[in-house]
């Protein structure tokens, strides 16, 4: 049984790697931190993205993108934003390749399966996506995720053994775009749940800024070609839920910041930790203004990041005019 390759030692990556190594599993964990690579084989630990974890001993890490050549699964698990170069930079493209990334490539516009079909074209992609907080994966609590193969049932059948474990459950899926769009979209309306929390605007506002964000997501994937079903599932509504509702997720913690009054500048300036939701905002915005699909929450987040104030934002939120509340305008 060859090692399972994970690309990317944040905290995904290491509670992803983690897991995976529950049933003394060899995994190769490749960090881009050679002091990283250095801790994980010596002390087996991460105290740099996930410093509550004692990891397995069978993780080995490595800061050589070529010894994943040994692994036929390999789980890439970087930022969005950098994906496309380190899949580039990645000499030998593995047999299965399962994108855990949630997020839109700002500077072209493309999906993580789009960006990881042109880096690694031999390559059968999936996507792994769904309400997964790192620190509980890595503690072993029971979680269940979206498994969306592009190589249809036979992938499924080949990885479902490669990702499965008593405590991780995957459930099938063929709708790659689908699971793609729901992790990429719930980050953004993440933001805006934690602006709500921030302003202290109550728990009427937030549920009602999740059932209307979700209203966006589905309008969104629908015209990209992504089912309804697979949005109302794990990676959609079940992600959405999950990260608009606790501090634990970074997205909601930075609207949360930000709707106490703190500047995006600032806020973006110093962090070590990737917050998906505002390299995602501009670009989906942008999409959805291209289409002509209406996302107003999307929108003011993004204009939030901007610079607006987060009272002004909310008050032109409130003050659209009252309409339907199905259908495909805004
Ligand atoms: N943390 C979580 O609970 C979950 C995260 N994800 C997704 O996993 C992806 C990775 O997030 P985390 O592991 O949480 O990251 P993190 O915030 O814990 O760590 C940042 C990561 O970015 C990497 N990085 C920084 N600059 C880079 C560059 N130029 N090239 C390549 N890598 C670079 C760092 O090496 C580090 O691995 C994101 O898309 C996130 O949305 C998905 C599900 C759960
Ligand atoms: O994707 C996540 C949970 O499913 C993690 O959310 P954050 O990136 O907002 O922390």
Redesign the pocket.
């Known amino acids: 049984m060859s090692a399972v390759g994970v690309l ?8 992803l790697a983690q897991m995976l190594a529950s049933d003394r599993r060899n995994v190769l964990l490749w ?3 050679t002091e990283l690579v250095e801790e994980i084989n010596t002390k087996h630990t991460n105290s740099l ?2 410093p509550s974890a004692s990891l397995a001993p069978t993780i080995r890490a490595t800061s050589e993108l070529a010894d994943l050549a040994e692994c036929e699964a390999v789980l890439a ?4 934003q ?1 994906l496309g ?2 899949l580039d930079a990645l000499p030998t493209k593995p047999r299965d390749l399962i994108l ?4 839109i490539e700002a500077t072209t516009g493309r999906l993580m399966n789009d960006v990881a079909q042109d880096a690694a074209p031999e390559s059968d992609i999936a996507i792994l996506s769904g309400p ?3 620190h509980e994966v890595a503690d072993g609590l029971p979680t269940a995720v979206t498994l969306a193969c592009g190589g249809g049932e036979e992938q499924w059948q080949r990885i479902k053994p490669v990702i499965a474990r008593p405590q991780f459950r995957p459930y099938y899926s063929d709708d790659v775009v689908g699971a793609e769009i729901g ?1 990429a979209v719930k ?1 953004v309306l993440a933001i805006a749940c934690g602006v709500v929390d921030g302003l202290g605007l109550g728990q009427n506002a937030r549920a009602a800024l999740i059932a209307r964000g979700y209203a966006e997501m589905l309008r969104f994937g629908e015209e990209l070609g992504a089912r309804g079903e697979t949005l109302a599932g794990l990676c959609g509504l079940g992600d959405l839920v999950l990260t608009c509702s606790s501090t634990s997720s ?1 997205n909601f913690s930075l609207g949360k910041a930000l709707g106490e009054g703190q500047s995006p500048a600032e806020l973006m300036a110093d962090r ?3 917050a ?1 939701g505002a390299h995602t905002a501009p670009v989906l915005s942008q999409l959805a203004h291209d289409r002509d699909i209406a996302m107003p929450i999307v929108e003011a987040v993004n204009t939030l990041l901007g610079g607006a104030p987060a009272k002004e934002v909310v008050s032109r939120l409130l003050a659209r005019p009252l309409r339907a509340e199905h259908g495909p305008a805004a």
């Open positions: 990317g030692g944040g905290a995904w990556g290491t509670a960090a881009r931190e993205f996930l698990v970087t930022p969005a950098h170069s380190v855990c990334s949630k997020g997964t907080f790192a992790g980050n970074r070590h930790t990737v998906e």
